[in-house]
């Protein structure tokens, strides 16, 4: 089912054809588990040893430049949050320490990875459509749009938009963009660094940060604020070139239910199934599922009698499988 070469599944209208697509759906998305399962292990293995022969360079580096600088931006506030005294440049050592911990958590190192997974398919949308990352036309449509709190999001997600692509493309990551279990996690990891036994600082430093930070005001904060705003309207962000990678995602996520990290993943082509099924599961019709798919995977052969997968089945068929949080 959904998956390069011959298709899985001929065009039946009988009640056992069905049953034996739900059957190989079922079966796709367990070899589907199974093949993200493996990634955030394979992942923390690659970082921590520098074999990049299970991924690709741009993936590997870009995770590693954005544990650097979470790592660095870390330290900083650990050593500027005395006296208001300007913070002593980290070493090597400490960031190369303090990136250690950050990676062995394994929920941190997929949401790294499914930033990375973003930015790359962003890319290869613009290469071939023309997409623009930043300003999409769902994006410009919102910004028109004659509500005015409507309009104001929409805009201060298109700045925060811009800013992430510009951090990507320096490979970094900021502190106070990180979901909030994320930064929770970071902020543990930095407690957990030895500094002759002394725990104060560090302490300290993460009560500043959580004092400064805001998750709605996070580029992923203000996505879901942004469709939760357009109410029934927020289905025309199912649509990848229409919407934008981040938009598309966060939309694909509230609908499915989905976590969103694994909803990025879900567009790699190992889970074409799973996409087909969350897409049919947020309500997407079934022209629009094959679309979506075939925008993502154009040498995709997309099963006539999916037709008969509605959303409510769709949406348990995915129930079934391991859901992927944190992958």
């Not at 650990?78 to 070493?91: F, K, L, N, Q, W």
């Not at 990507?168 to 030895?194: F, I, N, T, Y």
């Amino acid at each position: 089912m959904l998956r390069y070469g011959k298709s899985m599944i001929e065009h039946s209208s009988s009640l056992a054809d069905r049953d034996s697509m739900e059957q190989d759906l079922g079966d796709a998305l367990a070899r589907a588990d199974k093949a993200a399962e493996s990634i955030v292990p394979i992942l923390r293995h690659v970082l921590s040893n520098e074999d990049n022969s299970l991924f690709g360079d741009e993936i590997i580096a870009r995770i590693k430049g954005m544990a650097r600088h979470l790592a660095v931006q870390l330290l900083d506030r650990r050593e500027g949050s005395g006296d208001g005294s300007v913070a002593a440049e980290p070493t090597n050592e400490s960031v190369a320490h303090l990136c250690d911990l950050l990676i062995e958590n394994e929920a941190l190192v997929a949401h790294l990875h499914a930033l990375a997974l973003e930015t790359q398919l962003s890319e290869r949308l613009h290469a071939r459509f023309g997409t623009d990352a930043v300003l999409t036309p769902l994006l410009q449509a919102q910004i028109a749009s004659n509500d005015p709190d409507l309009a104001s999001l929409a805009m201060r997600f298109l700045a925060a938009q811009a800013r992430h692509s510009q951090s990507q493309r320096r490979m970094k990551l900021p502190l106070l963009e990180l979901p909030g279990d994320h930064l929770h996690h970071a902020l543990l990891s930095l407690r957990s660094l030895e500094f002759d036994g002394d725990t104060e600082a560090c302490e300290r430093a993460a009560q500043a940060v959580r004092r400064d930070y805001k998750e709605a005001s996070t580029r992923l904060g203000l996505a879901s604020l942004l469709l939760a705003r357009m109410g029934p309207g927020a289905v025309d962000a199912l649509s990848i070139n229409h919407a934008g990678v981040v938009l598309f995602a966060t939309a694909l996520a509230m609908g499915a239910g989905m976590d969103r990290d694994a909803a990025i993943l879900a567009t790699h082509e190992t889970q074409a199934a799973r996409f087909a099924l969350a897409l049919r599961s947020a309500g997407a019709k079934v022209a629009s599922v094959r679309e979506q798919c075939l925008a993502l995977h154009p040498d995709l052969e997309f099963p006539e009698q999916f037709e008969t997968i509605g959303p409510d089945r769709a949406a348990a068929l995915l129930a079934a499988g391991s859901g992927l949080a944190g992958y």
